[in-house]
């Protein structure tokens, strides 16, 4: 975690149970634990984990803090208010929770497409849905996924990223946005352009929490050794009109009230 001090980021200190032990055992173990997102009241993280070295074998996860305290992590499969998404063949990246009935995220199903692909879960009469892939016309036969807030307010647009080689592709993975037609449908995606995109892995863009700027990661073609950058949102023509979703609901707000213990892992 890093904080900003007189407009400068200061050095980023570590989780673990030296920096604070009420955080570290908790979440932090010898797996892979990335992509962290905190709902809009701090009280849950959704997370992804992965095993060391295998980007294929990701599950979601979340952790709620109760009594001012996180609790143990645990699998979405395991949690009843959150619908049942984890397979064998790997969910990655932190999805987007777009509402209490409404999750974006990214699977990878073999012998559908050669890599992950964007799919949604909605929940009807209070009971969560099988989920359903958003279709061809925004998943490729590449990789494609999407990050945290990139979902517009209006639900009707979506910021994916996706190694797709059409379309207008700069090569490796590029930043591209969706938009829904009257029918509700997903269209095919647009580049963002080289405000955002070069020939190198551009990828995992999100927005600042005021909206203004749109950061992510660069590295050069074919590699994962990235560097942080960002742009102003109005410098890209495709996000002037671009109102982000901000930070996810607690989906666990009610689980205290109910019981009135911590949940047990």
């Known amino acids: 975690m890093s904080h900003q001090a007189d407009g400068e980021w200061q050095e980023p200190i570590h989780l673990g149970p030296g920096i604070d032990p009420k955080v570290g055992p908790n979440i932090n173990t010898s797996a892979w634990e990335l992509e962290p997102s905190f709902s809009d009241d701090g009280n849950v993280i959704y997370f992804t984990r992965y095993e060391a070295g295998n980007m294929l074998s990701g599950d979601l996860y979340v952790v709620q803090k109760v009594d001012g305290v996180w609790q143990s992590a645990r699998n979405w499969n395991d949690v009843p208010e959150l619908p049942n998404i984890n397979t064998s063949t790997g969910e990655e990246h932190c999805p987007i929770i777009a509402s209490d009935s409404l999750i974006y995220f990214s699977y990878h199903q073999p012998g559908v497409t050669q890599d992950s692909d964007i799919w949604k879960v909605e929940k009807k009469d209070g009971v969560w849905q099988k989920p359903e892939s958003?279709?061809?016309?925004?998943?490729?036969?590449?990789?494609?996924?999407?990050?945290?807030?990139?979902?517009?307010?209006?639900?009707?647009?979506?910021?994916?990223?996706?190694?797709?080689?059409?379309?207008?592709?700069?090569?490796?993975?590029?930043?591209?946005?969706?938009?829904?037609?009257?029918?509700?449908?997903?269209?095919?995606?647009?580049?963002?352009?080289?405000?955002?995109?070069?020939?190198?892995?551009?990828?995992?863009?999100?927005?600042?929490?005021?909206?203004?700027?749109?950061?992510?990661?660069?590295?050069?073609?074919?590699?994962?050794?990235?560097?942080?950058?960002?742009?102003?949102?109005?410098?890209?023509?495709?996000?002037?009109?671009?109102?982000?979703?901000g930070p996810p609901p607690n989906l666990l707000i009610n689980s205290k009230a109910k019981t009135d213990k911590p949940l047990q892992p």
């Not at 990050?147 to 517009?152: A, D, E």
């Not at 209006?154 to 930043?175: A, C, F, Q």
């Not at 909206?211 to 410098?235: A, E, I």
């Open 134 to 245: 958003l279709g061809l016309k925004i998943n490729s036969p590449q990789r494609d996924h999407m990050h945290w807030t990139g979902l517009s307010k209006d639900g009707k647009s979506l910021i994916i990223t996706s190694t797709r080689t059409d379309l207008g592709s700069r090569g490796g993975h590029d930043e591209w946005i969706s938009h829904q037609n009257t029918e509700g449908e997903w269209q095919e995606p647009l580049n963002l352009g080289d405000a955002v995109n070069t020939g190198g892995e551009d990828m995992c863009w999100t927005f600042t929490p005021d909206g203004k700027k749109f950061t992510g990661s660069w590295g050069p073609h074919g590699t994962y050794d990235m560097d942080l950058r960002w742009v102003n949102k109005d410098d890209v023509p495709l996000l002037k009109d671009f109102e982000p979703i």
